[in-house]
């Protein structure tokens, strides 16, 4: 709609500006000119962008990158008036065309019913219809028996001029036009401005070599009253303005001096393409660049926004998501396959999305309601890209929580730019819980949050140096605090009385499987990770006072999972 409105309001100052100061003259070529040229500078015109570029200097100091979340608020369901008005303009403009078509169909059964014959390179077609003579591009169409052999002999001068300059050509250039800007006024006195201009073309060239210009003008007055259903996309030679063709044939030429009035439209068009079409891009200068905080760089703050889907989401919620982000960042967001319960609840739902980058889909379904996630977007200073995609969160449980072997940690997977799903494997990194790596399908959830110590992660040549290839995609090293007490035993030092040597003990803890006391040579790496349901540490006087003095060093007992 902007362009229309750019090119609307350029065809409107081409018209005023011929209405005010070209009108009353006789450049009838140079007005054929200056009208044509302002259709195509109308249409054309509003596309071409200037670019200023502006330099600014850095700033003085560091900045720090800072992310904050921004509030969407959704639209009521209230009337987009854009829409409606979209919606009118382009049903208007296909009435306007197909009007177009039916007349230019009438007009071919008009000549086809005819009687055709060629002369001097034009076709001549004799009718019997009640119509003004007229020409269309090299056809010239009249009723004999309307006029006198004399008459017919002006009529087909005048009409030869239209065919040789065709004519044709601005009259359908001028329909379409205004078949696509039929809401514009000015395009309809633009119209008739122009039909007359071509008018004015055809008198003063038939009228040059006559001995009677006036015999030329009494012909015109005789015939003012018959009109033509196809004069809108023809020349036809008797039209509703004779009075000012008339005037016109009877003025004195112009002077050429005169003719700098055609470039009054030059100043309007730059101030238009500076005002209108001008692009501002700020970039920094490159000759003052300033070193500050040690830092080189700083990577620019961005800004993180959210849309978050969950089970209670309507379908008008969901709609008004998707034409929010389609308007607002031209990102075609889509949800298919939704299932609802009794109640209303979504059950199922798939999203996907697709944008100049490539596509991304998330599934989610329960039966007591989808887990919630959101779709999530990181947008820099300047409104450009720099990530987006599909978030899953569970909901956090409190710390006291009793665990059970379905509890859920809490877990937050965002995937940019690919496929995902909640038991996602496709992108997704690889697990080592406690230096052992684990199946594909591990779910960190089945981890106790108080039970771990650590959670390492490494990216990029780290981790496939040390992983190989399957660790492309990053590697999570999970290590439970039981774990760490294993791999970290008592050790006593004892210094000799002359302080020449140290004696390094150390101390192997109690170990019990199941119920049953193991030697002390024995090393939990025999037991696969995998099969552990459970390991509770004992220390200290609590671990002397259950298990004696074997148990000073502490006690590790096990339980694992039976088949």
């Known amino acids: 709609m902007l362009y229309l409105l750019k090119s609307s309001g350029i065809l409107a100052f081409f018209w005023c500006c011929f209405k005010r100061f070209l009108e009353k003259e006789t450049f009838f070529e140079w007005h054929r000119i200056f009208l044509i040229s302002g259709i195509f500078i109308a249409l054309l015109f509003p596309l071409w962008t200037l670019t200023e570029l502006i330099l600014v200097d850095p700033l003085p100091y560091a900045l720090t990158e ?3 979340s921004e509030a969407i608020m959704l639209p009521d369901a209230t009337t987009d008036w854009w829409t409606v008005i979209t919606t009118i303009y382009a049903i208007g403009a296909m009435l306007f065309l197909t009007r177009l078509g039916i007349q230019l169909i009438s007009l071919n059964k008009l000549i086809r019913k005819g009687t055709a014959f060629k002369t001097d390179g034009l076709t001549i077609v004799e009718t019997k219809e009640n119509t003004s003579p007229f020409s269309f591009f090299n056809l010239i169409v009249y009723n004999p028996s309307m006029h006198q052999p004399q008459e017919l002999k002006t009529i087909i001068a005048h009409e030869k001029i239209h065919c040789l300059q065709r004519h044709s050509v601005d009259i359908l250039l001028i329909h379409l036009l205004s078949a696509l800007q039929w809401m514009n006024p000015f395009v309809w006195l633009y119209k008739k401005t122009l039909s007359l201009n ?6 003063n060239a038939a009228t040059k070599n006559m001995s009677s210009p006036k015999e030329y003008q009494y012909l015109l007055l005789k015939q003012a009253g018959v009109g033509s259903p196809y004069s809108s996309i023809i020349n036809p030679f008797f039209t509703s303005l004779i009075k000012k063709r008339i005037v016109m044939l009877n003025k004195n030429k112009s002077k050429k001096i005169r003719a700098w009035k055609f470039s009054l439209a030059v100043p309007f068009l730059a101030f238009f ?14 000759n003052s660049v300033q070193k500050y905080s040690g830092l080189e760089s700083e990577k620019a703050p961005s800004s993180k926004i959210k849309f978050t889907i969950n089970k209670n989401r309507t379908k008008k919620d969901l709609e008004r998501i998707s034409n929010t982000i389609k308007k607002d960042y031209n990102i ?9 319960n009794a109640d209303g609840i979504l059950t199922a739902i798939n999203s996907s999305y697709n944008d100049d980058t490539g596509s991304s889909s998330s599934s989610s379904s329960d039966k007591d309601g989808i887990q919630p996630f959101n779709f999530s977007m990181e947008i820099d200073d300047e409104g450009n890209m720099i990530s987006l995609g599909y978030e899953i969160s569970v909901k956090k449980p409190k710390i006291n929580e009793q665990r059970s072997e379905q509890s859920n940690l809490p877990i937050k997977v965002k995937l940019l730019n690919g496929s995902l799903t909640q038991d996602s494997t496709l992108t997704a990194p690889i697990y080592i819980v406690d230096g052992s790596e684990v199946s594909a399908y591990f779910k960190a959830t089945d981890i106790d949050p108080s039970e ?4 390492n992660v490494l990216k990029g040549s780290t981790a496939t140096h040390k992983y190989g290839d399957k660790a492309k995609n990053g590697v999570i090293m999970i290590t439970t605090k039981s774990h760490q007490a294993l791999q970290s035993p008592a050790i006593s030092t004892k210094k000799e009385n002359n302080g020449a040597t140290n004696q390094t003990t150390i101390n192997t803890p109690l170990y019990i499987v199941d119920g049953v006391e193991k030697e002390a040579d024995f090393n939990i790496d025999n037991i696969p990770a995998s099969s ?32």
């Open 66 to 68: 800072t992310q904050t």
């Open 198 to 203: 071509l008018e004015y073309l055809a008198d």
């Open 273 to 286: 393409l500076v005002a209108f079409n001008t692009k501002t891009v700020t970039q920094v200068n490159p």
């Open 332 to 340: 075609d967001l889509r949800f298919t396959d939704i299932s609802r």
């Open 452 to 455: 771990i110590h650590s959670i």
């Open 532 to 563: 552990i349901k459970s390991i509770n540490v004992t220390k200290g006087a609590e671990a002397i006072e259950k298990f004696g003095e074997k148990g000073k060093n502490g006690v590790i007992e096990i339980t694992t999972r039976k088949e």
